[in-house]
């Protein structure tokens, strides 16, 4: 009766006071219930319909709505590879085979890696302008790094300086010497985009290498080390274009204090992998280069040759020479000739078609003639002139003899 009659308008006042005391009582039950019913949102809640149960929204449903607002989200969810992919797919999707079209994951990958390294998440305008530029030249820019880095050697402990955020994102780091295989990766899998930092990447990438250098050094130098007494340095080499894995690569190899390849006994394992330093670690010499004692054997003097051979020689020039001279003189014949049958069939193709308009011109006069004929037979057979009408006959019979002719 309740809902029935919450559209009528009350017709005496002692309707309205007996509201007004329902609703206290709803409000006194609703204060009460406070502590045992949870709070629902304030969109939800109907005052007109107080009594109104909300249906709970089957798993399905919420799968659903969390798809969508992946999808449709502004935070980090725009930086997301398949949030990516399915944009890049709904503006140029035509261009490709298919969604999992190689060419079209390789560039999805590459517009990740460049959201992924911005720092912030990439609006979809940012996303189509990273695409539209790899698409316009894959290869993209020479990858700018500290010139330091590649023209002087550094200490080893130095690779947790190495501000590795400021590296294009297309820069692949290479390092057999120092990280176990594949002894790659990329700039974006080094930077946790969280704070920026290196923090992470240095420890999967360089820490199994810098603890085992600092051991060495220790054992060597002892547990007080001066900068001094450091032996083990790295280097990267110039970013260059690698085109059988078409992308920027750059080295970072171990070497001594003049930039020279050395190991020093170091061979990646695996974080989790121990080292013997005291077997592995070692001490580089001096590299003494050998003194040449030998003398440089004077160049052999050539024999001189007979009055005979000298002849012989001169006979064989003179015949390739002559050789030579004939060989040029056909190739220039046979120019001449192909140019001649060139132009006789041009010439030949030119009066065809000429004679062909002729005909067309002709065919079309006889025609227009005939016409003029068939109206004098009408304008004679309607006079009933015989005589005019017989020549006039005669003439068509002529003329219908030239038209088969040419057609």
């Known amino acids: ?38 709070k629902t949102p304030s969109k939800k809640i109907n005052s007109k319909k107080p009594n109104k149960v909300t249906k709970k929204k089957t798993p399905s449903t919420k799968k659903k709505d969390e798809r969508s607002k992946v999808k449709k989200g502004a935070g980090f969810s725009s930086n997301n590879f398949n949030y990516i992919r399915s944009l890049v797919w709904r503006e140029y999707g035509l261009d490709y085979v298919s969604y999992f079209d190689p060419k079209f994951i390789n560039i999805v990958k590459a517009v990740y890696n460049e959201c992924k390294s911005a720092g912030q998440e990439c609006t979809d305008k940012q996303i189509l302008l990273f695409y539209d530029d790899i698409l316009e030249n894959p290869k993209r820019d020479f990858p700018y790094i500290d010139d330091d880095l590649y023209t002087n050697a550094i200490p080893y402990y130095q690779l947790l300086d190495v501000e590795f955020a400021q590296f294009p994102a297309y820069l692949w780091i290479f390092s057999p010497m120092i990280m176990p295989p594949p002894s790659e990766f990329i700039i974006t899998s080094y930077v946790n985009n969280k704070d920026g930092s290196g923090d992470k990447g240095y420890r999967k990438y360089f820490k199994e290498f810098v603890d085992w250098a600092n051991e060495a050094m220790r054992n060597q130098y002892g ?90 020689e001169k006979r064989k020039n003179e015949n390739l020479f002559n050789a030579l001279i004939k060989m040029k003189k056909k190739k220039e014949e046979l120019e001449r000739n192909l140019k001649t049958k060139s132009k006789r069939k041009i010439k030949v193709q030119r009066s065809k078609v000429d004679i062909q308009k002729q005909k067309q011109g002709e065919l079309k006069r006889l025609i227009e003639i005939k016409k003029e004929i068939e109206k004098n037979i009408r304008l004679y057979m309607k006079l009933k002139d015989k005589k005019r009408l017989n020549k006039t006959l005669i003439e068509l019979d002529k003329l219908m003899l030239k038209i088969k002719k040419l057609s």
């Open 223 to 312: 547990s007080e080390i001066n900068s001094d007494d450091i032996d083990i340095f790295i280097k990267f080499t110039m970013p260059e274009y690698i085109e059988s894995k078409q992308r920027w690569e750059t080295e970072i190899f171990i070497c001594n204090a003049d930039g020279e390849r050395e190991s020093f006994g170091f061979t990646p394992k695996g974080r989790m992998e121990g080292h013997d330093v005291d077997v592995e670690f070692e001490i580089p010499t001096e590299k003494e280069t050998p003194i040449e004692t030998e003398k440089i054997p004077p160049p052999l003097e050539e024999k001189q040759k007979s009055v005979e051979e000298l002849k012989v």
């Open 1 to 38: 009766m309740a809902k029935k009659n919450k559209n009528i308008k009350p017709t005496n006042k002692k309707i309205v006071a007996d509201k007004k005391s329902v609703k206290k009582q709803v409000n006194k039950s609703s204060k009460s219930n406070k502590s045992v019913q949870k």
